[in-house]
């Protein structure tokens, strides 16, 4: 049953710099930051009761139940897992279904030996069917497409999801802030959103895949990542590892997303079209970006301060983290927790201050060592605010 | 009472001869302050014991150099054993009373924190101090 073209697209609701579909908040992600994300997931692998296969999965068949509980049909979220670029579910027979084309099967291993990558998509699949479902092939390992059997045995999948977290409504507009400096740029960010929106950013009908700027991307689920991140932390923190080792990975993997993500779309055509005409400066290229980020879902980006000498503040009104941190756990007092944004915001500076990325650069791996990544000329960063912490919103400083 | 030999590792080397190895494989070089990160967490879950692999060499016991190829086969793809058994140099041997005293032993507190560490240089600004308010 392929059931891709017989449904409309679902309905995004944008508010507070939000997407929501389905009423669960949607950020757009690139394969290199899946792979790396889910790599640092599985480095977990046999620490006690700790499970991170179980948690790639689990944590999305959650999220896929909350949906059910919506009113979502089966096709309706069959329809999605394409919409939003995981690939193409296919059922061959009562037990068994297939992904021919998946993000996860195809565009995901890092560093380690080839082996099964599609617990998101078991996972989807334990919350679409409501059996518990494993991976028997895998497009990594060789194999033609992705297979999933669905076993008998029971699910029992708890809702993390629990805490009441409202979206912050009154956010302030752009360069309208206490504290924020003087900004003189063209840059106009709602042309900016508006092109972008343009863009079809969804699964080709064919694949299912998101194939934009020179990756692949998702339009994925934010308290998916919220998740299999902060359980993922917390175990690393409670078997000792140093808080500075375990947050420089999923620092690292922000870091990675900016320097495939950002700098992507900073080289391609739609950028050039509609961002760059409106730049005239470093300064001016930073703000396009920050506008483009508004529009990824990931919460509202306002920069506070430019100061290539010294430092670059940036804050994050309903940063998808700080808000996904407070659905999911009580309130802490750790600062430095919004790690997605600490590796973004770092790398966009990277991105014009450490490497020029107007230069049109190719952004090949080998340049990511020896380069980007080269801690010779790196900045360092810090939050100093928190919406996990109870602070308004996260707020970020980039120095040397 | 039993000897316990121990092999010390110069860090620069191995991150060099990891990559020389994945390059040789067909696969990408990695960073090496990724690699030491990656190594450290990886080392702490596999031994129950955090070695800082962001010095300049590190000194393991047998067990210790097995779970680090171990590591390097599983994680990075790197079937090391040659080059660990040509970058190695054996210290001399230590006398250890129970496998209890091996297994807390901590060579990490050895690692030489000058050089190369100086040059991997974290992400993360962690301060002690009370946050700043905003200007």
């Known amino acids: 049953m392929n059931v891709h073209d017989t449904h409309k697209p679902p309905q995004v609701i944008t508010t507070g710099g939000h997407n929501l579909i389905g009423g669960l908040s949607r950020v757009f992600h690139c394969n290199h930051y899946n792979a790396y994300l889910q790599m640092t997931v599985l480095m977990t692998q046999g620490m006690g009761n700790h499970n991170p296969e179980r948690l790639l999965a689990e944590s999305v068949t959650a999220l896929i139940q909350l949906l059910k509980q919506r009113g979502y049909s089966e096709p309706a979220l069959l329809h999605e897992f394409s919409y939003c670029g995981f690939g193409q579910l296919q059922q061959l027979d009562d037990n068994t279904w297939e992904t021919p084309r998946s993000h996860y099967g195809e565009a995901i291993c890092t560093h380690a030996k080839p082996s099964k990558s599609c617990y998101f998509t078991s996972g989807y699949l334990q919350g679409v069917l409501g059996k518990t479902v494993c991976e028997t092939e895998c497009k990594i390992e060789g194999t033609h497409t992705d297979k999933f059997a669905v076993l008998e045995e029971p699910l029992n999948v708890e809702n993390d999801f629990t805490r009441e977290f409202e979206l912050q409504t009154a956010i302030p507009e752009r360069f309208a802030f206490d504290g924020c400096h003087k900004f003189d740029t063209r840059v106009d960010e709602q042309t900016i959103i508006a092109n972008f929106k343009t863009l079809p950013l969804h699964g080709n009908e064919e694949s299912g895949l998101i194939e934009a700027f020179g990756a692949v991307l998702t339009n994925h689920f934010a308290d998916y990542y919220n998740r299999i991140s902060y359980e993922t932390y917390f175990a690393l923190r409670d078997a000792g590892i140093p808080e500075e080792d375990n947050k420089e990975m999923f620092i690292q993997a922000g870091h990675i997303c900016a320097f495939n993500t950002f700098g992507r779309i900073m080289n391609s055509p739609e950028w050039y079209e509609v961002v760059a005409p409106m730049c005239d400066t470093k300064e001016d290229w930073l703000h396009g970006m920050i506008a483009v980020i508004n529009f990824l879902g990931w919460g509202m980006y306002r920069v506070e301060k430019i100061d290539a000498e010294k430092e670059f503040i940036v804050r994050v009104y309903n940063s998808y983290e700080g808000v996904g941190y407070r659905r999911i756990y009580p309130m802490t007092t750790d600062k430095n927790i919004s790690f997605l944004a600490m590796g973004a915001i770092l790398g966009l500076v990277h991105s014009l201050w450490k490497i020029d990325i107007r230069d049109k650069l190719e952004l090949t791996p080998e340049f990511y060592v020896e380069q980007f990544n080269n801690p010779e000329n790196s900045y360092i960063i810090e939050q100093t605010h928190a919406i996990a912490a109870g602070d308004e919103y996260d707020r970020f400083i980039v120095s040397k | ?135």
């Open chain 2, 1 to 135: 009472m039993n000897d316990q030999s121990i092999y010390a590792i110069n860090m620069g080397a191995l991150f060099e001869a990891l990559n020389a190895n994945r390059k040789n494989n067909g696969f990408l070089e990695i960073d090496n302050p990724l690699i030491a990160s990656k190594l450290g967490i990886l080392f702490a879950l596999k031994t129950n014991g955090y070695i800082n692999f962001k010095g300049e060499r590190v000194e393991l016991n047998d067990t210790q150099l097995i779970a680090l190829q171990e590591i390097l086969d599983q994680h990075f793809n790197a079937e090391m054993t040659h080059e660990i058994r040509a970058l190695v140099t054996m210290q001399a041997p230590v006398q250890q009373n129970s496998a209890a005293d091996k297994r807390h032993r901590s060579p990490s507190s050895r690692a030489d924190n000058t050089g190369l560490f100086t040059k991997i240089k974290g992400f993360l600004k962690i301060k002690s101090k009370i946050q700043e308010e905003p200007a």
